[in-house]
């Protein structure tokens, strides 16, 4: 199934100034906009990143409207590729791992956990099996901090999914509405 999505980013805080319509995904939208101040999700789930080529800080969107750079947890005004999330489903199911390479004590997970250290009895998450659906870890509880996506995937190492340190806070499933 092909998700189809568009996302709209505006240039100034509260939807003003030059603005770029985007449907699918696109690894420099500088040629398109020199800042992004404020975002509005028409429909799909999205990840932007702040540097081209899916590099850098990710920030990940579903339906709705961001109209300062702050809502959507940025550090700034640099959103400079995007790619739409094709992952996404209505069943959810993931292992995290205490070491890498799937190793040491695990636990498996359907919903989405604003603590993981009330759960989890270990500081650190080394590796993650996604078996369904699509995820975004967060670096500190409460869905704050740094983002990372994970889609259906194996990931033997943190790295693999972007992170420099094995630092799980919290993490949510994505969901279309």
Known sequence: MEHMGKIIFFEDKNFQGRHYECSSDCPELNIHFSRCNSIRVESGSWVLYERPKFTGYQYILTRGEFPD??????????????????????????????????????MEISEDMDNVSECWHYREVHSANVMDGAWVFYELPSYRGRQYLLEKAEYRHFTEWGAMLPKVGSFRRIQDF
Do not use: V
């Open 69 to 106: 750079y702050q809502r959507w947890m940025g550090y700034n005004d640099n959103i400079r590729s995007c790619r739409i999330i094709r992952n996404t489903s209505d069943t959810f199911r993931m292992r995290i791992y205490e070491r890498p390479d799937f190793s040491g004590q695990m």
